[in-house]
């Protein structure tokens, strides 16, 4: 059975930072290229960032310089920093497998950024 449970989000002002964290479960994590995906209102997902199982990282142009993708293998986690807010950052955040991309989706995590 696989898991995916996002954490972290809030309601945030322009320029501020919020650090989101995924536990995975019912996966081979340390095997697995790991991405963030974000939803906005009226808008597709999209992928925000990934990093494969040896530690290289992707990013989206939009969030280039502002955001890091992190993992711990050990504790199958995966978590992104989100700094220098953006309003256009306000979606519903989730973690996900990438390359190839599961059916498997969490709830997510809220980001709310304020003007």
């Known amino acids: 059975q696989v898991q995916l449970v996002e954490s972290g989000g809030g309601l945030v002002q322009a320029g501020g930072s919020l650090r989101l964290s995924c536990a995975a479960s019912?996966?081979?994590?340390?095997?697995?290229?790991m991405g963030w995906y974000r939803q906005a209102p009226g808008k597709q997902r999209e992928l925000v960032a990934d990093?494969?199982?040896?530690?290289?990282?992707n990013y989206a142009d939009s969030v280039k310089g502002r955001f890091t993708i992190s993992r711990d293998n050990a504790k199958n986690t995966l978590n992104l920093q989100m700094n220098s807010l953006k309003p256009d950052d306000t979606a519903v955040y989730y973690c996900?497998?990438?390359?190839?991309?599961?059916?498997?989706w969490g709830q997510g995590t809220q980001v709310t950024v304020s003007s």
């Open positions: 996900n497998t990438a390359r190839p991309l599961s059916a498997n």
């Open positions: 019912g996966i081979i994590f340390s095997l697995s290229t």
């Open positions: 990093i494969t199982r040896g530690g290289g990282t």
